[in-house]
Structures are given as C-alpha cells and as structure tokens.
C-alpha cells in the first residue's frame, strides 16, 4: 500500500507544480483539449496508462 501512496504524492506533486508555475497555460491546454474529438482524448488518456503503466512497471523491477 505504501507504493500506491508514493505514486498518489507523485501525482497531486506534478499537478500542483504545474498550476502553480502555469496556471494561464493550463487553461490554454483545457481549451485544446475541449477542441478534439472524443476518440482523440481517449487515444491519448490510453497512451498516458500505458506509459504511466511502463513507469510503474519499470520502477519496481529496479
């Protein structure tokens, strides 16, 4: 249980990063987002579990 805490922290540390040092492009990133098509953001939602996926993997094999 104690991993799934760490990942959570990494998580909520990134995003907090990223709107406290870009709050403004985040709304530009939000409005992109709402501009593609829906099968285009669950192709890309895909690809983020899947890479987040390897990275978990990979990190506890070393």
Known sequence: MGWAATA???V??????A???APSRIEEVLD???AM???ARRLIGL???ATG????LLGRAL
Do not use: K, T
């Open 47 to 49: 690809l983020a579990l």
């Open 53 to 56: 996926l390897a990275l978990v």
């Open 19 to 21: 709107l406290a040092l």
């Open 8 to 10: 959570l922290g990494l």
């Open 32 to 34: 992109r987002l709402r």
């Open 37 to 39: 098509p829906v099968e």
């Open 12 to 17: 909520l540390l990134i995003e907090g990063l």
